[in-house]
């Protein structure tokens, strides 16, 4: 495939390649939207983003499945069918000739008049851009510090947090937070105190052989989070495990022997510090251990996801 820029290699990684907007592939460093797109102003707009491993996409229906419901909620009906973004995010992968990467589908209301009434939008817009990962290459050795956020997630009677939409504030700013406080990520609790989840990730604690996860009402359940879910219940990981969503306080955190954070960006990824309390002696331990390796497994084999007994995919908006 030929690449679609000369100074290609000048160019920053993120923008290398093609992207896909509105059915057309171009290259991504010409890739461009309206300054008057909904998106833009008001973070009007949903996304999903979709790990590949050897050029296959994992879980892609699952991920298409929680952007059509993102869409559905926010009354955005852009023109293709789910085979139809399939295609299109198959091709991209394709021409941009990347053997892994993170593929991201955002959907925008699209360009209007710049008042915030979602009617003025003309047409959906529908972009679809390929960065190959990791964006910060990670020491697997050295775990996530994290500090409990100040910050709370939104409720669900504000936001439907299932939603995963454009607007990342709230995520944002608890993670301004946490970089402030020295740590590398944030845990944000729901607005009853209960843990909730990190800005882009899920997290679990462990407990002897018992897996704890906050449960779906107040986080974005993810499909990660899902497939550890099937990955323990079918055996995979093995050592016995049961897993179970349950609320969690900051105590169960502290007290737990290990704990891990979940999500395609993400991958599994152990928790050295919470608050600069050290988890498991600061580091990964047997249980993170043989969750990363049955996920790392799943993609490297290009394995559908083993189909969760509970909580499914579509329970948990994941
Ligand atoms: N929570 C939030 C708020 C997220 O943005 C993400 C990343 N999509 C996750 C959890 C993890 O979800 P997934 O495993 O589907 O990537």
Known sequence: MTHPSHDHDELPPYKRGYACIDGEFIAAAQATVSIFDHSFLYGDGVFESIVCRKRRPFALQPHLDRLEA??????????????????????????????????????????????????????????????????????????????????????????EPRVKSNNYLNHIVAKLEAVAAGA?????????????????????AVRGRVLSTPPSGAILAGITRA??????????????LSVRERQMSPYDLFCADE???????????????IDGRVINGGVIGPVASAVLEAYEELLENGLEPAQPTAPSISEVGG
């Open 70 to 159: 993102s869409c559905r909620y926010l009354q955005l009906e852009q023109p293709y069918t789910a085979e139809q973004l399939a295609d299109m995010v198959h091709e991209l992968i394709g021409r941009n000739g990347l053997e892994s990467g993170i593929v991201r589908i955002v959907v925008s209301r699209g360009e209007g008049y710049p008042v915030s009434d979602p009617r003025r939008a003309l047409a959906p817009k529908v972009v679809i851009t390929m960065q190959a990962q990791p964006a910060v290459k990670r020491d697997p050795a050295q775990g996530i510090r994290l500090a409990i956020a100040s910050t709370r997630r939104i409720p669900p009677v504000c936001l």
């Open 227 to 240: 497939t550890v879910f099937g990955l323990i219940e079918s055996g995979a990981v093995g050592l016995g």
């Open 259 to 273: 704990v891990f954070v979940v999500g395609t960006g993400t991958g599994v990824a152990f928790v050295s510090t």
């Open 184 to 204: 590398d990520d944030a845990i944000l609790l729901d607005i009853e105190g209960n843990v909730a989840e990190l800005p882009v990730a899920n997290i679990f």
